[in-house]
């Protein structure tokens, strides 16, 4: 547990913590203090992430059809919403928000008709901050360069990703670069970190 912090309500500040197994469950106690800050029962079933939603925004079809496959082939969500556009990518976000539903994190291609992804990314951030709700991750998927403009806008709308799909026409290699990416989220969900 080594360098690993918790608040305790006694010290009133960040402290180490000691891992402590009895009872069939697992403690952790201020290292300091001895003050319990937290108990987990081991018996209980860990619940899976209750964000089984991912949306997806890409102009093209075939991307889009292939993304979707993928993600639940391999189980990452139980649904993907899709869109072709930004703008339809916005209302459904809206719509989920207003059903009280959060998506595990979304794709977005930065090239697409009627709005791009960059501004559906905005927009989407404005929504959240009006509606007061976490930020949901983003991850920008697009053949378009990673500069630094692209970069200082993705600061500003973190929890944002960038991976390029890539320049080659071929099915196989356009797969791979879908692959990648696949690998890239199931990495961000098992350790615990926003995609």
């Known amino acids: 547990m080594e360098g690993k912090t918790k608040y305790c309500l006694c010290c009133d500040e960040e402290v180490p913590y000691n891992v402590i ?9 201020c290292q300091y203090c001895g003050f319990t800050l937290d108990v987990e029962k081991l018996w ?6 209750t964000n089984s939603i991912a949306l997806i925004a890409e ?10 496959e993928m993600l639940l082939k391999k189980s990452i ?5 899709d869109s072709e556009n930004g703008l339809d990518f916005v209302s459904a976000y809206t719509r989920l928000l207003n059903e009280k539903k959060r998506p595990a994190f979304v794709i977005l291609d930065l090239n697409m008709p009627v709005m791009d992804g960059l501004t559906a990314a905005r927009t989407m951030r404005a929504l959240e901050k ?17 500069d630094d403009g692209l970069k200082k806008q993705m600061a500003l709308l973190a929890p944002a990703n960038y991976i390029n799909k890539g320049s080659s026409p071929e099915p196989e290699a356009l797969a791979r670069r879908v692959g990648f990416l696949l690998n890239f989220i199931l990495e961000q ?3 615990g970190s926003a995609v």
Do not use: C, W, Y
């Not at 102009?59 to 979707?68: E, H, V």
């Not at 969500?77 to 919403?81: A, S």
């Open 21 to 29: 197994e009895r009872h069939e469950r697992r403690e952790l106690t």
């Open 44 to 49: 209980e079933k860990k619940q899976p992430r």
């Open 59 to 68: 102009d093209s079809r075939f991307i889009r059809t292939l993304l979707k």
């Open 77 to 81: 969500v139980k649904e993907v919403n």
């Open 130 to 146: 009006k509606m007061s709700v976490p930020n949901t991750p983003i991850i920008f998927f697009s053949s378009i360069k990673a």
């Open 189 to 191: 969900r098992q350790g």
